[in-house]
């Protein structure tokens, strides 16, 4: 095939995963704001697009720079293993969504990056130095998101809540939560399309023989793409965060606690090139909120069931894209 043609079909099913990224992540921001009741639904939403399309613009791009170098030696990649790689991430993108699982789109990724790298190279086709700062960096960022919602929901209601009438403290939150969200569709933005547009800059380097470079319009084409996703909206999603992880709905209080742990988790990840996912720390995030009123109120089969998929999301992304590399190899690509 046109190395020209199949690089523009890459690039392709970047952006298409891009778009899959921002539909299965709307959630993140979006399910906290809708079930406080601090903005109508298709609001929520459409403040969630348009920040999801500013982030990649305002933070940087050194997570793009991590995904393009620390995951396959770029002297061994192709577009085939990319191709792959993207291929195993939607497929298990597709699956939790239907079964409402707030799963990692970063995570899935990665995995299958991994998959086709070893698919098609075997273990020096994956830079074990790069993904295990990658890995780490994934598995932290949860226990910073507990850790944080459940330290922001102890001082919200030691020194607010405790001070004023149940019904004055909800009226603020309503509406300063509305800041908290849109804070957290702008770090998902920036830490989220960047992973695409390290995969965008892979194709155009392997294509041209060039070392992978962040151009502008990269930057563009993906924040579009995410912002798309994103006001399509993955209501399945959205209902788990917002009705499943406690066994009461979640109060404005709590939503502006794990909207502000997760908004400020993602920028110091987007600021030093971690790749961590939005989707772990907001669900970690409301997990210590609802901790902060006891253990005893957290539906800990729907946490359990959440954690099962996080705990597959790699590998099963890894086999989809194995095989999606041996398919390819069938049909020539």
């Not at 939403?45 to 720079?65: D, Q, R």
Request: with cysteine; hydrophobic share 55%.
């Amino acid at each position: 095939m046109d190395p020209f043609l199949l690089m523009v079909i890459a690039i392709i099913v970047a952006l298409l995963f891009d778009v899959m990224n921002g539909f299965h992540d709307t959630a993140n921001a979006v399910a906290t704001v809708i079930y406080t009741k601090a903005l109508p639904p298709q609001v929520a939403i459409g403040m969630c697009a348009l920040m999801n399309m500013v982030g990649p613009f305002l933070l940087g791009t050194a997570v793009a720079k991590v995904i393009a170098t620390s995951i396959i030696p770029p002297e061994r990649l192709t577009i085939a293993i990319v191709i792959a790689g993207l291929m195993g991430a939607i497929i298990w993108d597709l699956i939790t969504w239907y079964y409402g699982l707030p799963v990692s789109s970063s995570h899935a990724l990665i995995g299958g990056l991994v998959g086709s790298g070893l698919a098609a190279i075997g273990i020096s086709g994956v830079k074990l130095g790069g993904l295990t700062n990658i890995v780490l960096a994934l598995f932290i960022s949860p226990v910073v998101g507990i850790a944080l919602g459940l330290a922001f929901m102890y001082l919200i209601g030691r020194f607010i809540i405790s001070r004023m009438s149940r019904e004055r403290a909800h009226s603020i939150f309503k509406r300063i939560q509305v800041l908290s969200s849109a804070a957290v569709s702008l770090t998902h933005g920036s830490n989220d399309a960047q992973k695409t547009m390290g995969i965008i800059a892979m194709f155009v380097a392997v294509t041209y023989n060039s070392t992978p470079v962040i151009e502008p319009w990269i930057v563009v084409a993906c924040a579009a793409a995410i912002g798309l996703g994103t006001a399509m909206g993955g209501w399945r999603i959205i209902r788990t965060l917002g009705e499943r992880i406690g066994k009461e709905e979640l109060s404005p209080s709590q939503g502006f606690a794990a909207e502000t742990a997760t908004a400020l988790t993602i920028a110091v990840g987007s600021h030093i090139g971690a790749p961590i996912s939005t989707t772990h720390v907001i669900s970690s995030s409301i997990v210590g909120t609802v901790m902060a009123g006891g253990t005893g109120v957290l539906n800990k089969e729907v946490v359990l069931n959440i954690l099962t998929a996080w705990v597959l999301t790699i590998p099963v992304a890894a086999v989809g894209a194995a095989i999606s590399y041996f398919a390819l190899k069938l049909v020539g690509i």
